[in-house]
């Protein structure tokens, strides 16, 4: 059973882009994450200092992606190492984390095909984006795994 806008999300302590302590809750967005049946309403805060908006998502899960970390890093890991694409995510999303990987790679100018070197660099390793490819930790306690939770 799904909480929905329920889901007590905890408040954060600052902005992570400009450290202001003025953040303000900025309703909520639906998310259609990998493995769940319906979308699910992640919170969003807004900073009014730097105007930036914060959307909210479960912890094991990039930003700007809807698959969890753990599938992608098995999708590229075995691709790298020669072998064919996972069947049971589509052959074109794999394909773009690749070439997002290869363009961490490239762009950092770690060595070739070295996918643990580019996580250790803190970097998101299938984003194309180069501005804004950095791991960066949300302040404060991390959030719950996701915004469902089992009947009791």
């Known amino acids: 059973m799904s909480q929905g806008k329920l889901f007590p999300w905890p408040r954060p302590g600052w902005c992570p882009r400009c450290g202001s302590t003025r953040l303000w809750g900025h309703g909520f967005v639906l998310r259609y994450f990998d493995g769940c049946a319906a979308a699910l309403a992640m919170k969003r805060w807004r900073c009014p200092d730097c105007r930036a908006v914060h959307t909210c998502r479960p912890v094991d899960y990039w930003r ?46 770690l060595p070739g095909m070295a ?27 991390p959030y719950r795994r996701l915004a469902a939770t089992a009947p009791p």
């Open 64 to 109: 700007r992606f809807l698959a969890s970390i753990e599938t992608i890093t098995a999708s590229l890991t075995a691709k790298i190492a020669g072998g064919p694409w996972h069947r049971e995510v589509s052959r074109q999303r794999q394909q773009g984390w690749y070439r997002g990987f290869r363009i961490q790679s490239l762009a950092g100018g």
């Open 115 to 141: 996918f643990d070197v580019v996580l250790a660099a803190g970097l998101i390793a299938p984003t194309h984006s180069l501005t804004d490819r950095a791991i960066v930790p949300w302040p404060g306690r």
